[in-house]
C-alpha cells in the first residue's frame, strides 16, 4: 500500500537524520557524504507525503460532513470539495509513483564526456566537432560548467578526440542518455561530386568519480609530463605543463594539455583516470540492470546507434524511442531538451510498467 511504503520511507528519513548528527558518523567522512547524500534524496518524498496525508485527512473530515449534514447548499459546497480533493490525490499518487521510482545512484554526479569520431574519416572528425559545440551550446543553456580536458583534432577539422568535463546540479542524470553512436547522413565539406555520405561519432557520459568512490594508491600510478602541442605538432608552450597518467594495474592511459599550469593539468587527469576506474565497476551495475529490463532507454550499450542526424531532410531520430524531429539546425545548436525529456519520460513509463515503484 502507497500510505505503508511512505509511512516506512518517513521512518528511514527520522533514522538518517539522527545518524548525521552522530559524532562517529560525522568522523567517518565517507559515511557522512553518503547518508546526506540520502536524507537530501528523501526529503521531495516526505515532502509529498506530509501533503499526501493532509489530503486524506481532508477527504474523510469531509466525508463525515457529507454523511451529517442535512443542509442541501452545504452538502453541494462539501461535495464540490470532495471532488477536487479526491483528484488532487489522483495527481499527488502519480507524482509519488514517480518519486519512488529508484533513481541511477550516480545521476546528481558530474560527468566526463569522450566524443570520438568513428567511421567516415575526416568527415566524422568534423561531426565529432559538431556534436562537442552541440553539448557546449546545451550546456552553457543550463548554466552548467564546461572544461576542455584533451583533445586529438581532425586534420580537416572537428576532433578525432575531445574529451571534457561538465559540472553542475544533475549533469551525469540529464547527458547520460546521450552515450552511444551518432550517426550522420549528410554531403561532406571534402566531397566534390554532392554525394550524401555517412559518418559516426562515438559518445560516451561517465558519472565523474569522486576521492570516495575510488581510492588511488601512489604506488600505481606512472605521471609522465611533456610539452603541451597544438594543430599541426607545434608546440604551445615550452614547458612541460601536459601531464599523461597510466594507472599500472588496469592498463588505463590518461592525458591532460588543456592549461598551461602542470598542476592543473595533474588535477584534471586524476579526474579522468578516477572516473575510468570507477566506470569499469559502474558498468557491472549497468549490466545488471539490462539483464532485468527489456530496454535501456539511458545508457545501454554503448555500441548501439541510438541517433541520426540528417542534414538534407533537416530530421534528427532518436531510435531508442522512435522519435523524430525536423529541427535539425536548433537541435546542432543545442537544443535537445525535448529528446532528452521523451527519453527520460519513456524510461519512467518502462520502470513504471515493469512495477518498479509499485
Known amino acids: 500500500m502507497l500510505l505503508e511504503k511512505l509511512q516506512s520511507i518517513m521512518g528511514r528519513h527520522e533514522v538518517v537524520a539522527k545518524m548525521i548528527a552522530d559524532p562517529e558518523v560525522i568522523a567517518d567522512m565517507k559515511r557522512y557524504v553518503s547518508l546526506s547524500k540520502e536524507y537530501k534524496d528523501l526529503e521531495p518524498i516526505i515532502d509529498a507525503y506530509k501533503e ?14 457529507l454523511n451529517k449534514e442535512k443542509d442541501p ?11 477536487a480533493l479526491v483528484e488532487r490525490q489522483k495527481n499527488l499518487e502519480e507524482k509519488i509513483r514517480l518519486l519512488l521510482i529508484p533513481s541511477d545512484p550516480q545521476d546528481d554526479k558530474n560527468a566526463i ?13 568534423i561531426f565529432a566537432g559538431d556534436l562537442y559545440r552541440m553539448y557546449v551550446k546545451f550546456c552553457e543553456s543550463r548554466r552548467w560548467k564546461v572544461e576542455l580536458v584533451d583533445m586529438n583534432e581532425g586534420t580537416s577539422g572537428g576532433f578525432k578526440e575531445v574529451i571534457f568535463n561538465v559540472s553542475g546540479d544533475g549533469v551525469y542524470g540529464v547527458l547520460k542518455y546521450e552515450s552511444g553512436v551518432h550517426r550522420v547522413q549528410r554531403v561532406p565539406q571534402t566531397e566534390t561530386q554532392g554525394r550524401v ?7 560516451a557520459v561517465l558519472p565523474e568519480a569522486d576521492e570516495f568512490d575510488v581510492e588511488l594508491k601512489p604506488g600505481d600510478i606512472k605521471k609522465e609530463t611533456f610539452c603541451s602541442s597544438g594543430p599541426g605538432g607545434q608546440s604551445v608552450n615550452t614547458t612541460y605543463s601536459a601531464v599523461r597518467l597510466t594507472h599500472i594495474p588496469s592498463g588505463i592511459v590518461v592525458s591532460c594539455q588543456d592549461q598551461k599550469s602542470q598542476i592543473k593539468n595533474l588535477d ?24 532485468k529490463r527489456k530496454t535501456m532507454v539511458s545508457t545501454g550499450d554503448r555500441s548501439a546507434k541510438i541517433r541520426t542526424y540528417n542534414f538534407p531532410q533537416g530530421r534528427v531520430t ?34 513504471l510498467k515493469e512495477g518498479v515503484a509499485s
Open 318 to 351: 532518436d531510435h531508442r524511442i522512435n522519435l523524430t524531429l525536423y529541427n535539425l539546425s536548433a537541435v546542432m545548436d543545442g537544443d535537445i531538451t525535448e529528446i532528452i525529456d521523451s527519453l527520460q519520460v519513456a524510461e519512467n513509463a518502462e520502470k
Open 113 to 125: 564526456v569522450e566524443i570520438r569520431g568513428g567511421t567516415g574519416g575526416d568527415e566524422a572528425a
Open 73 to 83: 447548499e452545504f452538502r453541494e459546497m462539501a461535495k464540490t470539495e470532495l471532488d
Open 52 to 65: 499526501y496525508k493532509n489530503i486524506l485527512d481532508n477527504i474523510e473530515s469531509t466525508r463525515e460532513i
Open 268 to 291: 584534471k587527469a586524476m579526474k579522468v583516470l578516477r572516473t575510468r576506474l570507477f566506470d569499469m565497476e559502474y558498468k557491472n551495475y549497468l549490466d545488471d540492470i539490462a539483464s
Open 197 to 203: 555520405h555517412t559518418s559516426a561519432a562515438t559518445v
